[in-house]
C-alpha cells in the first residue's frame, strides 16, 4: 500500500478537525455576563431621574426579616417525592405544608438539567450554559468557577458579613473556592455509594446546630440522585431514602427552631433563620436526568422558618390557586409552579442584599405579601432595576422612561417581539413607565397598580431575556461549516477513486468483466468490492435510488425536533425495511434457483425477529414510551427471570467461546497443533470466571439493594471460588483477566507474525483466532458494565452474530457447488444471480441500532453514569469517562468486534493454523492474494466509515445553524450535536484506530507485491 492515500486521509480528517473545533467555539461560546458585582447603589439605577415622589428614594424602608439562612439541596429531588399525595414518603414535610407552615414551590429548571447548570442558576439567577453539561464532569477545571461572576454567596459575604459553612457536593467548592469558613466536601460522580455520601453530611449536624458561628449553612445530599442512577425511581431504596431525608429536614427544623428561640430571647433584634430544602433538578423514569422531560425539569422547593411557625396568613385547605396536579399526579396542594432562577431575587431582598447583576429571577409574592404595600412596591422596584440593567447591556441604546406612554392609550402586553428578537423594548419601555409613574402617587391605588406593572415588567422580561441568550459567533459557526463541508467534498471524491481503484483490481484479478456489484452512488459507496472474486451466484443488491433516499430522508429527519428526539425510529425503520428486503430476495432467489433452496430464507427470517425483539427491549423513546417492552416486564415480575436471562447469556457467550477452539475448525487446529491445548483450555476456563465473576458482583449489588439474604449455594461460591469483595475487587480482576487476555493473544498474533517466511496462512489466521476471543472476553465485560436488564440484548445480538456466521459458512458451501470465475466455469447470469443486501450496510445499521436498543436517545438524560463505577473506589474523572463510554456504547462496541470477525473471515483460509494454504471460503487459493484482499476489505471499509461520519456530522452542523433561533435548540438540537460528535470519535476511533491499525500492520509485514493493485 502506497502512503499517498493514508497522508490523504488523515489530511482530510485534520480538516474536519480544524472545521469541529471553530464550530463548537462559535456554537458552544461563554454566555456573554456583566462584569463584576452589584452594589446597594444599582437598587436604584439611573432609570428614576424623570420621575418624582416620596418612593423615589425608599430603599431603607426595605426590611431584614432574617438573620440565618440554611439551603439543604437533595439532589434531583422531583416534585412528586416530596409532594406526591400517594407515593411521597417525605411526611413530615408533608405535614408543615398542609398546616400552613412552609411553602412550596415546583421549581422548574430549564436544561440542562445537571448539577453544575443548575447551580448556577440557583446561586446566579441567570440561565444555565449547555457548555456547562460537558464541564460538569471536569471537576478540575477552572472555568467552572464563580469566582468572578456576581451570585448571592458574594454579596452575602461581603455585603452582610455572613460566615459559611458547607457539607456534601464539592461541586460548591469548585463553584466557590475561599468562601467557606468550614466545609467538608464530597464526590458527585460516585454514584455507587447511596450511604456514606449522605452520612458524610449529617454526621456534622448535631454540631452545626450547636454551634453559633455561622449565618448560612448549605447541605447537598447526593444519595437520592445515586439511588436514581442506579436502579431508578421506583427503586426499593427510593422510599427509605426519602423518609431518610425526611428526617433531616425534621431535625432541622426542630432545632432551628428552639436555636430562633434562643437568639430572640437573648437578642430583641435578632431575626429567625430562613430554612430552605430544594432539588437542584429531577430525573426521569429511567434514574437519570440531563434532558428536557417534566420529571427532570420540576424539582421541589419548600421554604420553612420559625417565621412561619404559627401559619403562614392564609386559609387552612385547599384554595382555588392551590396546585394539586402535576403532569397528571395528584399532590398535596402546594403554592404553584415558579423558575429556579426566582430564588436568587427572592433570597437577596428578604436579606436585603443587592441582587447579583445577571439574575432574571422574579421575586417570590408570597414570601413579601405580608410586608406593607409600599415595601412590596419597593422590593419589586429594586428587581426592576437589577433586570432592567441586563436589558441595557446587551441593547446599549435601550431608553426604559419614555413619557408618552403615559398618554398612549395602549395596552403594553399587545406590543410583541420581532421575530428575530425574542425582546420587545417597546413592551419593556411601557411596562416600566407606567410602573414609574404609579409608584409616585401617594395612593393606595397607585402602589397597587404600580405593583402589577413591576410584575408584569419582571415577569415578561425575565421570560424574554432566558429566551434571547444564545449569542452564537456566527463567523466562527461558519468557518467551522466550510471546514467540515470541503472535508466531506475531500472524502467523496476519495472514496470514489478508491472504488474505481478496487472495481479494477476486481476485474483484474478475477479474470472477468463483471460489473460491480450494484449501482453506485455518492459514489461506488454501495459497492461491496474486497479485491477477490465473488462467488458465482451472488450479487450485492443496493440501487442508487435507496441509497440517496437514506441520505435525504436523514437529511429531512434532522429538521424535525421530534425525529431528532426519537431519531431510533429512523434507524429501526431502515434496518427492518432491508431486513424485509433481503427475505424477499431470498425469497426471490430460490425462486430463480430451485424451490428445495428455501432454507436460504432461514437465515434473514431470524434476524428479522430478533432485530425487533432488541428494539423493543427498553422504553422506546418519547413518542411511544407507553408501549410495553421487555425491560418493563422484567421490573415487575416475581419470577426471577431477569437472572435466568443474565446467566443464559453468559452462558452463551462461554459456550460461543468453547466452540471457537472445540467446534468443527478449532478441533482441527488443536490436532494440528496449531493452538496448543493448554492455550485452549487456559482461554475457556478464564472466559468462564469472568463469567461466573461478573454473575455474582450483580447478584451482590442486587441483594444489597433489596436487602435479601444470600442462598447457601450462593454463599458458598462467594467464600471459596470467588473470596473477593464483591463491589470492588471482582469488576477489577475481570478487567484485569481481560487485558491479561487481550495482550496473551496479542504476543500469539506477534509469534505468527516473527516466523521466518512469514506465510500468510499462519498470522491471518491466528488474527482470525484472537478476534474471535477479545469478542467473547469482550462482551463478557460489557454485560459486567450494563444493566443487569439488559444484559439479554447481548444474548440476542450475539445469536444475530451467529446466524449471520452460519449465513457465511451457507454461501460458502455454495460456492463450493458453483465454482468462481477463476475455475474457468461458465458465468451465471444477472438476471439469474443471488441477490443480497451487501454485508457493510446491514452492519453499520446493526451498530447504530444497537444503541438505540438499550434505551438511549439524543438527550443527556439518557445517560447511564452508574456503569461507569463498577469496581472503581474513587473519582478519577479519565477511568470513570472511558468506563462510561464503554458502558453507553456497549452495542456499537459488540458490533464492531462483530462486523471485523465476519468481515475477516470472508477471505481468511478456515483451516489449521499451520503452514499448507488451502483455499478459502471465497476461493482463493493464493495467500499473496488473500493477504491483499484483507488489505483492500479493511480500507475499503475505513472510507465508508469516514464518509459517513463525516456526512452525518455535516448535515447536523447545517442544521443547528438554521436552527439556532428555534424555541427548542438547547433542548433538542444541543444535545444531537453533542451525541454526534460522540458519534463521529466512535467512528474515527474503530475505523482508523482499529481497522487502521489492522491494516498498516498487515502492509509492514506483507508489502503488497508488483503485480498486484494498490490498496487505495
Known amino acids: 500500500m502506497r502512503t499517498g492515500p493514508w497522508a490523504q486521509l488523515l489530511a482530510l480528517l485534520l480538516v474536519e478537525g480544524l472545521g469541529l473545533y471553530f464550530f463548537i467555539q462559535g456554537f458552544f461560546p461563554y454566555k456573554r455576563v456583566i462584569p463584576g458585582f452589584a452594589t446597594p447603589d444599582d437598587t436604584q439605577g439611573s432609570y428614576d431621574h424623570y420621575a418624582t415622589g416620596p418612593l423615589v428614594n425608599a430603599s431603607s424602608s426595605v426590611p431584614t426579616p432574617y438573620d440565618r439562612l440554611v439551603v439543604m439541596v437533595v439532589d434531583a429531588l422531583r416534585?412528586?417525592?416530596?409532594?406526591?399525595?400517594?407515593?411521597?414518603?417525605?411526611?413530615?414535610?408533608?405535614?408543615?405544608?398542609?398546616?400552613?407552615?412552609?411553602?412550596?414551590?415546583?421549581?422548574r429548571a430549564t436544561p440542562p438539567t445537571v448539577t453544575m447548570p443548575c447551580l448556577k442558576a440557583i446561586t446566579t439567577g441567570s440561565t444555565p450554559n449547555f457548555l456547562d453539561a460537558v464541564l460538569n464532569i471536569a471537576e478540575n477545571d477552572p472555568t467552572?468557577?464563580?469566582?468572578?461572576?456576581?451570585?448571592?454567596?458574594?454579596?452575602?459575604?461581603?455585603?452582610?458579613?455572613?460566615?459559611?459553612?458547607?457539607y456534601g457536593d464539592d461541586t460548591w467548592l469548585r463553584l466557590f473556592p475561599d468562601t467557606f469558613t468550614r466545609h467538608d466536601g464530597t464526590s458527585s460522580f460516585y454514584v455507587s455509594d447511596t450511604v456514606e455520601v449522605d452520612n458524610n453530611v449529617t454526621r456534622h449536624l448535631a454540631e452545626e446546630m450547636k454551634s453559633t458561628d455561622w449565618d448560612v449553612m448549605i447541605l447537598h445530599y447526593l444519595g437520592l440522585d445515586h439511588v436514581g442512577h442506579l436502579d431508578g425511581p421506583r427503586s426499593p431504596l427510593m422510599a427509605p431514602k426519602q423518609r431518610e431525608m425526611d428526617q433531616v429536614v425534621e431535625y432541622l427544623y426542630t432545632e432551628l427552631l428552639r436555636s430562633d428561640r434562643e437568639r430572640m430571647a437573648k437578642d430583641p433584634h435578632a431575626g429567625p433563620t430562613?430554612?430552605?430544602?430544594?432539588g437542584d433538578h429531577g430525573m426521569n423514569d429511567g434514574g437519570n436526568h440531563g434532558g428536557n422531560s417534566v420529571g427532570e425539569t420540576s424539582p421541589a422547593l419548600v421554604f420553612m422558618s420559625s417565621a412561619f411557625d404559627g401559619g403562614i396568613p392564609k386559609p387552612e385547605g385547599t384554595q382555588p390557586d392551590d396546585l394539586t396536579v402535576y403532569d397528571g399526579i395528584p399532590l398535596i396542594p402546594i403554592q404553584g409552579i415558579i423558575h429556579q432562577v426566582d430564588l436568587v431575587p427572592t433570597l437577596s431582598l428578604l436579606f436585603n442584599t443587592p441582587i447579583p447583576k445577571n439574575s432574571v429571577g422574579t421575586v417570590l409574592p408570597d414570601l413579601i405579601a405580608a410586608w406593607p404595600l409600599s415595601q412590596q412596591v419597593q422590593a419589586l422596584r429594586a428587581n426592576a432595576h437589577?433586570?432592567?440593567?441586563?436589558?441595557?447591556?446587551?441593547?446599549?441604546?435601550?431608553?426604559?422612561?419614555?413619557?408618552?406612554?403615559?398618554?398612549?392609550?395602549?395596552?403594553?402586553?399587545?406590543?410583541?417581539?420581532?421575530?428575530?428578537?425574542?425582546?420587545?423594548?417597546?413592551?419593556?419601555?411601557?411596562?416600566?413607565?407606567?410602573?414609574?409613574?404609579?409608584?409616585?402617587?401617594?395612593?393606595?391605588?397607585?402602589?397597587?397598580?404600580?405593583?402589577?406593572?413591576?410584575?408584569?415588567l419582571i415577569q415578561y422580561t425575565s421570560a424574554s431575556l432566558s429566551r434571547s441568550f444564545s449569542s452564537y459567533n456566527v463567523p466562527k459557526m461558519m468557518w467551522g461549516l466550510l471546514g467540515l463541508g470541503v472535508a466531506l467534498l475531500g472524502l467523496w471524491v476519495s472514496l470514489?477513486?478508491?472504488?474505481?481503484?478496487?472495481?479494477?483490481?476486481?476485474?483484474?484479478?478475477?479474470?472477468?468483466?463483471?460489473?460491480?456489484?450494484?449501482?453506485?452512488?455518492?459514489?461506488?459507496?454501495?459497492?461491496?468490492?474486497?479485491?477477490?472474486?465473488?462467488?458465482?451466484?451472488?450479487?450485492?443488491?443496493?440501487?442508487?435510488?435507496?441509497?440517496?433516499?437514506?441520505?435525504?430522508?436523514?437529511?429531512?429527519?434532522?429538521?424535525?425536533?421530534?425525529?431528532?428526539?426519537?431519531?431510533?425510529?429512523?434507524?429501526?425503520?431502515?434496518?427492518?425495511?432491508?431486513?424485509?428486503?433481503?427475505?424477499?430476495?431470498?425469497?426471490?432467489?430460490?425462486?430463480?434457483?430451485?424451490?428445495?433452496?428455501?432454507?436460504?430464507?432461514?437465515?434473514?427470517?431470524?434476524?428479522?425477529?430478533?432485530?425487533?425483539?432488541?428494539?423493543?427491549?427498553?422504553?422506546?423513546?418519547?413518542?411511544?414510551?407507553?408501549?410495553?417492552?421487555?425491560?418493563?416486564?422484567?421490573?415487575?415480575?416475581?419470577?426471577?427471570?431477569?437472572?435466568?436471562?443474565?446467566?443464559?447469556?453468559l452462558v452463551l457467550i462461554c459456550v460461543g467461546q468453547t466452540a471457537v477452539f472445540w467446534g468443527k475448525k478449532g478441533r482441527a487446529s488443536l490436532a494440528a497443533g496449531a493452538v496448543?491445548?493448554?492455550?485452549?483450555?487456559?482461554?475457556?476456563?478464564?472466559?468462564?470466571?469472568?463469567?461466573?465473576?461478573?454473575?455474582?458482583?450483580?447478584?451482590?449489588?442486587?441483594?444489597?439493594?433489596?436487602?435479601?439474604?444470600?442462598?447457601?449455594?450462593?454463599?458458598?461460591?462467594?467464600?471459596?471460588?470467588?473470596?473477593?469483595d464483591p463491589v470492588h475487587s471482582m469488576p477489577r480482576l475481570v478487567y484485569c483477566l481481560y487485558v491479561a487476555l487481550f495482550l496473551a493473544y496479542g504476543g500469539y498474533i506477534g509469534m505468527g507474525a516473527r516466523k521466518q517466511n512469514r506465510t500468510v496462512t499462519p498470522l491471518l489466521s491466528r488474527l482470525a483466532l484472537a478476534l474471535k476471543v477479545w469478542l467473547h472476553t469482550t462482551t463478557v465485560v460489557l454485560v459486567l458494565l450494563n444493566r443487569l436488564l439488559n444484559a439479554g440484548l447481548f444474548a440476542v445480538f450475539y445469536i444475530i452474530y451467529v446466524v449471520q456466521k452460519c449465513d457465511q459458512s451457507r454461501r460458502a458451501l455454495s460456492r463450493s457447488e458453483h465454482p468462481s470465475a477463476t475455475d474457468q466455469k461458465p458465468p451465471v447470469s444477472v438476471a439469474t444471480s443471488y441477490q443480497r443486501i451487501p454485508s457493510w450496510v446491514l452492519h453499520i445499521l446493526a451498530t447504530v441500532v444497537s444503541f438505540y436498543c438499550f434505551g438511549y436517545s439524543n438527550t443527556l438524560s439518557t445517560i447511564d453514569l452508574g456503569n461507569g463505577y463498577t469496581g472503581v473506589t474513587s473519582y478519577n474523572v479519565v477511568l470513570v469517562g472511558i468506563l462510561t463510554f464503554v458502558s453507553n456504547w456497549s452495542g456499537p462496541i459488540f458490533w464492531g468486534l462483530?462486523?471485523?470477525?465476519?468481515?475477516?473471515?470472508?477471505?481468511?483460509?478456515?483451516?489449521?493454523?499451520?503452514?499448507t494454504f488451502q483455499k478459502n471460503t471465497d476461493g482463493i487459493s493464493d495467500p499473496a492474494v488473500a493477504a491483499n484482499a484483507v488489505r483492500r476489505q479493511l480500507w475499503n471499509t475505513i472510507w465508508r466509515w469516514v464518509f459517513l461520519q463525516a456526512f452525518a456530522l455535516f448535515v447536523v452542523s447545517l442544521v443547528v445553524v438554521i436552527q439556532r433561533r428555534h424555541l427548542f435548540i438547547w433542548s433538542v438540537f444541543s444535545p444531537k450535536y453533542l451525541y454526534q460528535v460522540a458519534w463521529s470519535g466512535f467512528s474515527l476511533l474503530l475505523s482508523v484506530g482499529g481497522w487502521g491499525i489492522l491494516c498498516l500492520g498487515l502492509t509492514v509485514l506483507f508489502p503488497t507485491s508488483s503485480e498486484l493493485a494498490p490498496v487505495g
Open 496 to 649: 470514489g477513486r478508491t472504488t474505481q481503484v478496487s472495481q479494477a483490481h476486481l476485474r483484474n484479478t478475477a479474470g472477468s468483466s463483471r460489473e460491480s456489484e450494484s449501482t453506485q452512488f455518492v459514489p461506488s459507496i454501495a459497492t461491496d468490492p474486497v479485491g477477490l472474486p465473488e462467488a458465482r451466484g451472488y450479487s450485492g443488491w443496493f440501487p442508487s435510488w435507496l441509497g440517496t433516499t437514506m441520505l435525504v430522508t436523514y437529511v429531512i429527519a434532522m429538521f424535525g425536533t421530534s425525529f431528532v428526539e426519537d431519531e431510533q425510529y429512523y434507524w429501526y425503520w431502515w434496518l427492518s425495511t432491508l431486513l424485509f428486503v433481503q427475505l424477499f430476495l431470498d425469497l426471490q432467489g430460490c425462486l430463480a434457483y430451485h424451490p428445495a433452496h428455501w432454507k436460504r430464507m432461514g437465515y434473514s427470517l431470524p434476524q428479522l425477529v430478533l432485530w425487533r425483539l432488541a428494539q423493543q427491549w427498553n422504553p422506546a423513546g418519547m413518542q411511544l414510551s407507553v408501549m410495553l417492552d421487555v425491560r418493563s416486564y422484567l421490573q415487575h415480575q416475581s419470577y426471577g427471570l431477569e437472572w435466568f436471562i443474565c446467566v443464559f447469556t
Open 898 to 915: 462483530a462486523f471485523t470477525v465476519l468481515l475477516l473471515q470472508r477471505v481468511i483460509p478456515h483451516t489449521p493454523c499451520n503452514d
Open 274 to 278: 430562613l430554612f430552605v430544602l430544594l
Open 144 to 166: 467552572a468557577s464563580l469566582a468572578t461572576q456576581d451570585n448571592w454567596l458574594w454579596q452575602f459575604q461581603h455585603r452582610r458579613g455572613k460566615r459559611m459553612v458547607l
Open 386 to 456: 437589577q433586570i432592567l440593567d441586563i436589558v441595557k447591556f446587551n441593547y446599549p441604546q435601550f431608553m426604559a422612561y419614555e413619557e408618552e406612554w403615559l398618554s398612549r392609550d395602549v395596552p403594553c402586553d399587545s406590543l410583541e417581539s420581532s421575530s428575530t428578537d425574542p425582546v420587545s423594548l417597546e413592551r419593556i419601555q411601557c411596562y416600566y413607565t407606567r410602573a414609574t409613574f404609579y409608584s409616585t402617587l401617594d395612593e393606595s391605588a397607585g402602589l397597587s397598580r404600580a405593583l402589577d406593572y413591576y410584575k408584569w
Open 676 to 724: 496448543p491445548f493448554g492455550q485452549a483450555t487456559v482461554t475457556v476456563m478464564t472466559t468462564s470466571y469472568m463469567a461466573l465473576l461478573t454473575v455474582l458482583h450483580k447478584w451482590w449489588v442486587q441483594t444489597a439493594i433489596t436487602d435479601t439474604p444470600l442462598p447457601y449455594g450462593v454463599a458458598w461460591l462467594y467464600h471459596y471460588v470467588a473470596p473477593f
Open 79 to 107: 416534585y412528586d417525592f416530596a409532594f406526591s399525595a400517594q407515593a411521597s414518603a417525605m411526611a413530615f414535610t408533608q405535614q408543615l405544608i398542609t398546616s400552613r407552615r412552609a411553602l412550596a414551590y415546583i421549581a
